[in-house]
């Protein structure tokens, strides 16, 4: 029987391949028509070479499940997915696995060919319309019959055990090369702003709340949505007629832009930001101009040409990543599309091979900073990279301050493997609901938290408790001081997207400014000032 699926994979992945296999023949698709190596009903029989060839050949769907060394060390597999491109008439759908690296060079798997996910049911959804598409045969179509189809696979994907993901040094600092150069070739920042860059569309969907008991800053926000469902988001009809914020944002970068603000007139701070941008789908382009409703221009550059040194906010034509966002009684709610995000450290590569390919261009820029201020990044293996990057520019220049904003969705999911940023941050800023029930005065808790080095850091947990209150915990040598912090003003909140950033770029402004001549209780009354005259405008 002519083959119609084809699925490419590692023998190391065979249970995530299984387990694809299952679920389309239990919607109807036959196992002569599937070729998986992993499975005997649907894999080899004689001549495994020849099999391939001709299988490939026939293929309709063909899968490409992507993991940390399916280029690497994937020989067939590399072969495999070259024909797939040259191929006519079929479709390709690339999945990435757990244990997949983020910011391998994918070579030909492009922007076009978005990665997948088997736990995300967009994405499952999106592979069956595919396969509905194309296949002539028999599908089940009993809703109830699909469903319990669908949740097998989810079930089952959960609980195959996860592959450990191999650390590796990150490929944004060489040991082989120098790093403090006597001419320095770059301009130079007083504070650096590292993160994601996403343009953000915020739609109002009721009124204002005035309130002292809420947590600012503390909304859902989903770091991985589907690309393609944000854009249908945005542009869909029922945001017809409510007001709509569009501007760029990222957590870090909306540290850095309101650290623009309360300087002013004055030249210092000097304000810069590593990060990479790209471009707003022509769908979104073509919808906002054809409504009078917005006038949105999209000039991306112009949104961040205040910054004073731009040699590390990497331009792009890819996709730029995207934020939807509901705003309902002043809080958030939404998902961000990754884009040309999860491409930051190869396009900063780059950049580093075009300006200084015999040195560490970026940890040299980095060193010579008072400030580095990092929000969470697109994936956490992307994260982990900076980590190892920012432990060298601390050897480089011990007076250097780090702050750090997790996000709530490495604090829910990714903990445990922060403990090493935890350990090299100076300030760590933390909502409400991201703190938890975390009690620092417990031994216990702090190692949990800060892992093996947790005895010898000195270093600031700031908790925002709500829109006039912050608690400041002071670690040191293992022991834990707690302090609340309150204000007395009446935050009358419009949006409390970006408030995290309007607080973080308070306290660095007041302890760059003071040089340290004031204590931390002063600089936090001065960060929540901040914040409220945000979340108010």
Same mark, same amino acid.
């Given at each position: ?8 994979? +590692? ?15 239990? *919607? ?37 499940? %992507? ?17 797939? *491109? ?28 978005? %990665? ?22 028999? @599908? ?69 709340? !005035? ?31 409510? +007001? ?26 000097? %304000? ?19 409504? +009078? ?11 961040? !040409? ?6 590390? @906010? ?27 995000? +999860?491409? %930051? ?31 969470? @990044? ?52 933390l909502s409400k609901s991201e703190y938890g029930e975390r009690d620092m005065r417990n031994p216990d808790e702090v190692k949990a938290l800060y892992g093996g080095g947790h005895r010898n850091i000195t270093t600031n947990i700031i908790v925002t408790l709500s829109a006039?209150?912050?608690? *400041? ?65």
């Amino acid at each position: 029987m002519k083959k119609f699926i084809f699925i490419s994979h +590692k023998t190391s992945d065979e249970p995530y391949a299984k387990l694809l296999v299952d679920f389309f023949t239990a *919607w109807g698709i036959k196992h002569d028509e599937i070729y998986c190596s992993s499975v005997p009903a649907s894999g080899t029989k004689e001549d495994f070479k020849k099999e391939i060839f001709d299988a490939l050949h026939q293929s309709i769907i063909d899968i490409v499940l %992507l993991s940390d060394i399916f280029f690497s060390e994937g020989k067939i597999c590399n072969q495999e997915l070259g024909i797939m *491109w040259h191929k006519n008439g079929n479709e390709v759908v690339c999945i990435k696995l757990p244990h997949f690296l983020e910011g391998t060079d994918l070579g030909l798997v492009s922007e076009s060919h978005m %990665l997948r996910e088997l736990n995300e049911k967009p994405d499952i959804f999106h592979i069956k319309e595919i396969i509905k598409k194309h296949y002539t045969g028999e @599908l089940k179509t009993d809703e109830n019959i699909n469903n319990d189809i669908l949740e097998k696979l989810l079930d089952g994907y959960a609980k195959i055990p996860p592959q450990e993901t191999p650390s590796r040094p990150s490929r944004l600092f060489d040991e082989s090369k120098p790093t403090i150069p006597i001419e320095y070739r770059f301009g130079v920042a007083d504070v650096v702003g590292i993160g994601a860059l996403n343009y953000d569309f915020m739609f109002y969907r009721d009124g204002l709340v !005035s309130t002292t008991d809420t947590e600012p800053g503390a909304g859902i926000e989903r770091l991985k949505g589907s690309y393609d469902i944000i854009t249908s988001k945005v542009i869909g009809s029922k945001n017809r007629g409510f +007001k709509c914020d569009v501007r760029l944002g990222g957590a870090a970068f909306n540290t850095i832009k309101k650290l623009k603000d309360l300087r002013g007139n004055r030249s210092v701070p000097r %304000l810069s930001y590593v990060g990479v941008s790209g471009v707003i789908p022509k769908e979104i382009r073509a919808t906002f101009a054809s409504h +009078k409703d917005y006038n949105v221009s999209f000039d991306i550059p112009s949104e961040y !040409s205040f910054l004073d040194v731009k040699d590390w @906010l990497v331009e792009t034509k890819a996709s730029s990543g995207l934020g939807y966002f509901e705003i309902r009684n002043g809080h958030r709610t939404g998902d961000i599309g990754q884009g040309i995000n +999860k491409e %930051l450290i190869p396009e900063l590569v780059k950049n580093m091979s075009a300006y200084s390919p015999d040195r560490n261009a970026l940890a040299e820029f980095l060193s010579r900073a008072k400030w580095i201020h990092i929000s969470s @990044l697109v994936e956490i293996n992307q994260f982990l990279e900076f980590v190892y990057l920012l432990e060298k520019v601390k050897e480089f220049n011990s007076a250097l301050k780090v702050s750090f904003d997790p996000g709530s969705e490495y604090m829910f999911e990714h903990v445990d493997k922060l403990g090493e940023m935890f350990c090299l941050c100076d300030y760590v800023f933390l909502s409400k609901s991201e703190y938890g029930e975390r009690d620092m005065r417990n031994p216990d808790e702090v190692k949990a938290l800060y892992g093996g080095g947790h005895r010898n850091i000195t270093t600031n947990i700031i908790v925002t408790l709500s829109a006039t209150e912050v608690q *400041w915990i002071h670690l040191h040598n293992g022991t834990a001081n707690s302090e609340v912090i309150s204000m007395e003003e009446v935050t009358t909140i419009k949006n409390d997207t970006g408030a995290g950033g309007a607080l973080v770029a308070g306290f660095i402004h007041s302890e760059l400014i003071n040089g340290g001549a004031k204590n931390v209780e002063h600089s936090l009354r001065e960060a929540m000032k901040s914040q409220a005259k945000w979340m108010s405008s």
